[in-house]
T-cell receptor, first 113, second 111 residues
Framework: DTEVTQTPKHLVMGMTNKKSLKCEQH?????MYWYKQKAKKPPELMFV???????INESVPSRFSPECPNSSLLNLHLHALQPEDSALYLC????????????FGPGTRLTVL | GEDVEQSLFLSVREGDSSVINCTYT??????LYWYKQEPGAGLQLLTY?????DMKQDQRLTVLLNKKDKHLSLRIADTQTGDSAIYFC???????????FGSGTRLLVRP
């Protein structure tokens, strides 16, 4: 199984809602990543988890809250988002944090109304 | 500083070769990558090159690295319509494993 899965594929939420994005991999990878990609732009790193511990937070606003409950799962909890947070949210994983190949999921397309 | 630049668009005829170019500014880049993104999908790693190499070939893909000019290129031989996608180059350094992506080049392959 060389796949990273993400749910949901699409999400529409209001600015007062609380929602979560989910990411799962069963490749035994110990590093997992969240990226944000705006339309016609490259992905931008948000968070890195290594061995289930937060390793990098790229100064992301606290309305985005990551969680890594176990080595296969990565969540991104969303609360009080703004319309400018609408984007494609990509999850990735790699064997270890470092130069190992990152495998990307298909992303969740988020629209904040 | 870290900055990676690419041309925005490339159109080629099916069967021709495509060359996608990328320039980067940080001379301490250790690894340089090429990713492909199809519409509505995540990124797929195509190939990568270490900074101490000049060239890498993998089937239809050839990566050339000019360290002096900080220029990276991806050549796709015998381009097919299925190659139509956005291609991102990216760099990472030993000091930080963070991937810095270029703006992406949209490749359109005409039948």
């Amino acid at each position: 199984d060389t796949e990273v899965t993400q749910t949901p594929k699409h999400l529409v939420m209001g600015m007062t809602n609380k929602k979560s994005l989910k990411c799962e991999q069963h490749m035994g990878h110990r590093a997992m990543y969240w990226y944000k990609q705006k339309a016609k732009k490259p992905p931008e790193l948000m968070f890195v988890y290594s061995y289930e511990k937060l390793s990098i937070n790229e100064s992301v606003p606290s309305r985005f809250s990551p969680e890594c409950p176990n080595s296969s799962l990565l969540n991104l909890h969303l609360h009080a988002l703004q319309p400018e947070d609408s984007a494609l949210y990509l999850c990735a994983s790699s064997q270890e944090e470092g130069h190992d190949e990152q495998f990307f999921g298909p992303g969740t397309r988020l629209t904040v109304l | 500083g870290e900055d990676v630049e690419q041309s925005l668009f490339l159109s080629v005829r099916e069967g021709d070769s495509s060359v996608i170019n990328c320039t980067y500014t940080d001379s301490s880049s250790t690894y340089l990558y090429w990713y492909k993104q199809e519409p509505g999908a995540g990124l797929q790693l195509l190939t990568y090159i270490f900074s101490n190499m000049d060239m890498k070939q993998d089937q239809r893909l050839t990566v050339l690295l000019n360290k002096k000019d900080k220029h990276l290129s991806l050549r796709i031989a015998d381009t097919q319509t299925g190659d139509s996608a956005i291609y991102f180059c990216a760099e990472s350094m030993d000091s930080s494993y963070k991937l810095i992506f270029g703006s992406g080049t949209r490749l359109l392959v005409r039948p």
